[in-house]
C-alpha cells in the first residue's frame, strides 16, 4: 500500500545516470509511479534510456541532463544543474548513484530553501571517498541487510540514525502465485527451445559474465544427469552483441561435459514472468554476493523453488523465505545434492517473509515525509 497522500504536494527530484536496466533505474521508476499516484511532482533528472516512455507514461517527468560521465565535463556542468534545480524549486533531491550524488550534495549547498537530500545504497560499491558520498544523505537507504552491514562496517563514522533499511520489493501483481502460461506462449516457447520440453527445467537468469555461474550450473547439468535426472539448463539473458566469445566457451564446455544438447542460450527477454512459471527450479549463482536478489524475490512468490549461493542479498533472502535451496558459496558436491532434493521432492516456501514492492514504495515515501513533513518514521 502506498502512503496517503500528504497534507501539501511535494516536488522529488531523483537523479540517476540514465533510465536504462538496472536494480537503481527500476527503483527510479517504481518510486515516481508511487509519488505520482500518492499526488505528488516526480521528476527524473537522465541522460535517457529505454525506459523514459515507461517513466513519463506513469505520470513522472522527465529532464535529459548527463550526470553520469566521470570526468571534468561533471564539474563545468555544475552551474547548469544548479540552474536546473534552481528552477524547479525541489522539496526533496534523491540521489541513486555516486556521481549524481557528489554534483547533487554541491549544488544543494547553494540552494535556498535548500531541499532535503536522500541517498540509495544499491550495490556493494568499492570502499573510497568515492563511494562514500552516499552514506551523506539526509537519509541513507540500504536495500537489504547485507548492503547495511557493508555501510556499516566500511563507513564507521556514519550516523546510524539516519540509515533506513528498506529492502527492494517483487510486484505481486506482476509476479503472482502460481501463474500458468498460456498455450500459444508454451507452443511458441518450446518451439523456439526444444532441448527444454518435456524435462526438469533449470533456469539461470544473468548476462554473460564469469561471475553470473554458467560453468557451476554446466557442472550441475551433467551431474544431475549422471544420476538419472531428465534435466536441461535455460541460461536466460546470457546471449548479448558484444559477449559471443564468453559464450562460446561456454557451448564448448558442455560439449566437454555431454550435455550439449540439454543447454538452451537465450538473450534478455520481456517474459521472463512465463518462464520462471514453467521453470522446475530457479538459479542464483554468482560468485560476487549481491546486495539484493530480484530474482529470488521474482521466482518464490510465484512459488518456485530458487538454488543459490549463501552469501550476500542471495543468501540472505534464502534464509528466511527458502533455507532448503541454499548452497555453500562454489561448493560444487552441495550445489548437485541441493538441486537433486528440490527436484525430486518439494519445500516449502514462506512467501511472507518477501518483501514487496508496495512495502518499499510505502517505506520510501515516508521517508520523504519525514523530511519534508516533519512525519515521524514508519
Known sequence: MIRPQAERRWTVVQLVPAMNTGGAERSTLEIGQALVAAGHRSIVISA???WVPTLLAQGSEHIVFSTGEKSLSSVLRLPALRRLLKAIKPDLIHARSRLPAWMSRIVRRTLWPKPAFVTTVHGLNSVNRYSEVMTRGDRVIVVSETTLRHVCRHYPTVDRNRLRLIPRGVDTEQFPADHTPGDAWCEQFFSEFPALNGRHILTLPGRGSRLKGHVDAIGMLAALRERGLDAALLLLGVLESDRGHYVQ??????????????VAYAPPRDDVREVYAI???VLQLSHRPESFG???TEALHMNRPVVGYNHGGVGELLRTAFP???????????LVNVAESVLRQPYPIDRRAIPTLADMQRLTLGVYAELIDGASPL
Open 48 to 50: 535517457g534510456g529505454s
Open 249 to 262: 566457451e561456454i557451448k564448448d564446455l558442455a560439449t566437454a561435459s555431454e550435455v550439449a544438447d540439454f
Open 279 to 281: 521453470s522446475d527450479v
Open 294 to 296: 530480484r530474482v529470488v
Open 324 to 334: 532448503a535451496g541454499l548452497v555453500a558459496l562454489r561448493d560444487a558436491e552441495s
